[in-house]
């Protein structure tokens, strides 16, 4: 990815993370939307790191962009920083303050509903817990499938001809609900059900931003049997 | 064309009041329509928040904006000419929706605790919340504001539980003030302004409805 220097957007990035992580995929699809030379830091063991209990005393966690030397924390927050600071790419956000507002809801959507759902399945006690997630969680993507005909209006993205704010919060969860989709049988997003997700699912995977960051979903099915010792798992 | 603004909320909600301080600051005239949360949603609170049916619900020139901090932002980069509430730079406006983000997390949830629970689950939550108001307190520093020397964004995200506080230490029991004292005098401070004081209902009226709900849950 080539350097972007900008007024004052020359300082040095860094990017803590860790490769499973759909937050993290976040802020790396965005960084490379606006082609930004970074450093990747892979903490693998993020609550005993010196630099996250540094840089994010409050929360302990990833992703952290390191601007310079200035701290920036929360997945979606990064990458609203990220549009505003380097205005050189295309934008990720809309510019009218509506479609702002209807990008920002869904993006809450999707981190308190959908992925509250995605690891409620993974951590599921027993089979009624887990039908009730299962559950939950088809309701949301119905949801999405009508949020992208009214979002993308015929274009190929929820923010219309390229990826914008709610294709990189929901793009995000691919992985995970690929894996999910592997453990329970249970096909998320479908031709039949979801068709427009299906097809868009493709459009960003494909997409030269997210192509290069995607995890590999043999290495995420690896990981979940090893960090949800739950029974879907086994 | 006049703008036609409207704001469907339920008073005693911390959520409704930032979007109310909010209107207010920017000098927007605006309807408020009481909604019977209860007992009897209006078919317009249903119609324009499908998803959650909760208040608060701004509804400009008759499109929906949900959600309280969307609504603010929503509102400060629509009437942009007056009171900026949140900062110009990326990097202060990243630190600002941070602390929204750590305030929506927290607050609500453990101080709902010290009103809703009892016993063991409640001292728990007591001893959290103070935690948490240290936290935002030691953010708060020696600044008059959370953004600095301007009221902004992250006040008008914190303030709305002002109002709550002696509900929460009255059912559940605690003091604040002792460890929060400069978070208190940031509170005070904030109350002076007619945006706030117009927005906040009265400590005894959300003592008297926390009472009925109380009541009502048999808590």
């Known amino acids: 990815m080539g350097l972007v220097n900008g007024s004052n957007n020359d300082e040095y990035v860094r990017l803590l993370g860790a490769w499973p992580s759909p937050f993290v995929l976040r802020t790396r699809i965005a960084l490379n939307l606006k082609r930004i030379a970074y450093e990747y830091l892979e903490e693998e063991d993020t609550l005993n790191s010196e630099s996250v209990l540094n840089y994010n005393p409050v929360h302990k966690q990833i992703p952290i962009l390191i601007h310079g030397n200035k701290p920036i924390r929360e997945s979606l927050n990064i990458v609203m920083y990220v549009d505003e600071t380097w205005l ?9 303050p509506f479609d702002r507002a209807v990008a920002r809801f869904w993006d809450v959507y999707i981190d308190e509903h959908c992925f509250t759902s995605i690891n409620g399945v993974a951590v599921a006690k027993d089979e009624e817990e887990r039908k009730a997630a299962i559950a939950k969680l088809e309701q949301c993507m119905a949801l999405l499938e009508e949020t992208f005909q009214e979002c993308s209006k015929g274009r190929g993205f929820f923010g219309g001809d390229n990826i914008g704010f709610i294709d990189i919060g929901f793009g995000s969860m691919l992985g995970p609900l690929k894996v999910l989709e592997k453990f329970t049988g249970v096909k998320f997003i479908h031709p039949e059900n979801t068709p427009n997700l299906f097809d868009w699912a493709d459009r960003f995977y494909a997409h030269e931003a997210v192509k290069p960051v995607m995890p590999d979903i ?17 | 064309m006049e703008d036609e603004v409207i704001l469907l909320n339920f008073w005693p909600s911390m959520f409704g009041m930032r979007t109310m301080i909010a209107l207010e600051e920017k000098g927007v005239k605006y309807e408020y329509r009481e909604e019977d949360v209860a007992n009897n949603k209006s078919p317009l609170l249903l119609e324009m928040n499908p998803i959650y049916k909760k208040i608060p619900v701004l509804i400009h020139n008759g499109k929906p904006v949900c959600e309280s901090i969307i609504q603010v932002q929503y509102i400060d980069e629509v009437w942009s000419n007056k009171n900026q509430l949140l900062p110009s730079d990326p990097y202060q406006r990243a630190q600002a929706l941070f602390w929204a983000d750590f305030i929506e997390k927290k607050v609500f949830v453990c101080g709902r605790k010290t009103w809703a629970t009892k016993g063991e689950e409640l001292e728990e939550a007591k001893k959290d919340f103070i935690e948490i108001l240290k936290t935002l307190q030691s953010e708060l520093g020696d600044k008059p504001y959370f953004g600095g020397d301007q009221f902004g964004f992250v006040d008008i995200v914190l303030i709305g539980f002002y109002s709550w506080f002696p509900a929460y230490q009255k059912f559940g029991n605690f003091s604040i003030e002792p460890e929060c004292s400069k978070l208190m005098v940031w509170g005070k401070r904030c109350m002076e302004r007619e945006s706030v004081a117009k927005s906040l209902p009265e400590s005894e009226k959300v003592i008297g409805y926390v009472l009925r709900l109380k009541k009502l849950y048999g808590i």
Not at chain 1, 88 to 96: E, H, N, W
Not at chain 1, 218 to 230: D, S
């Open chain 1, 88 to 96: 050189s790419g295309p934008p990720i956000l809309p510019s009218d």
């Open chain 1, 218 to 234: 043999e290495k995420l099915v690896e990981f979940a049997k090893l960090k949800f010792n739950t029974s879907i798992f086994k």
